[in-house]
């Protein structure tokens, strides 16, 4: 029996690391360019939506942000937790979005990446940003207040309300993959189709 590796194999492993390096630098560009694609837009539409708006309107915008990042936390995390294999059954039997299921499954890293770091980080810049812009609003407003603790007090609310949400979301999410990732197929099998 050789205990050393044939030089074919090592050839082979060696340009098999170079192409899923060159995959993941790929993946890596294609990220970045979607996170900043993604985060100026949304800043943009905010920062417009937000300057000529009420402030009980800047907090339903705020809220729906914070939301965003919720739901897309809870898919990042659904898709790591679920299985393929009652997937593969609905899909043998041509159950609408059951294929594209099991695409998000098999590419779990990917679309937790895209969903919980880009997404969900992008909705935390520009919920900080959206706060800053009602903190102002509030300080035109009553301008008695006192700044630094109307900041920590709005500041706090927002890291409470992301943060518990997710913590929230991240157990439905590991409870019930299987049933989000179904919905979530379904809509993106639905989109799909009506292109």
């Not at 603790?149 to 993959?177: Q, R, V």
């Amino acid at each position: 029996m050789d205990i050393y590796p044939k030089r074919e194999n090592i050839k082979e492993s060696k340009n098999g690391n170079k192409l899923s390096s060159n995959r993941n630098n790929k993946w890596v560009l294609i990220i970045v360019f979607w996170t900043i694609l993604i985060s100026g837009s949304v800043n943009l539409l905010s920062d417009v939506l937000l300057r000529n708006v009420n402030i009980l309107v800047a907090f339903i915008i705020l809220i729906f942000i914070i939301f965003i990042g919720i739901i897309f936390d809870i898919i990042g995390v659904a898709v790591t937790a679920a299985e393929e294999k009652p997937f593969h059954a609905k899909a043998a039997k041509k159950i609408p979005g059951a294929k594209i299921a099991v695409k998000l499954i098999r590419n779990a890293d990917k679309v937790s990446n895209f969903c919980n770091d880009v997404v969900g980080d992008v909705c935390g810049i520009v919920s900080g940003s959206v706060g800053v812009l009602i903190l102002g609003k509030v300080t035109h407003m009553f301008p008695r207040l006192n700044v630094t603790i109307t900041t920590a007090l709005i500041g706090a609310l927002i890291a409470a309300a992301t943060i518990g949400g997710k913590a929230l979301g991240k157990s439905f999410a590991m409870n019930e993959s299987e049933r989000i990732i179904d919905k979530v197929s379904r809509i993106v099998y639905i989109i799909k189709k009506d292109r």
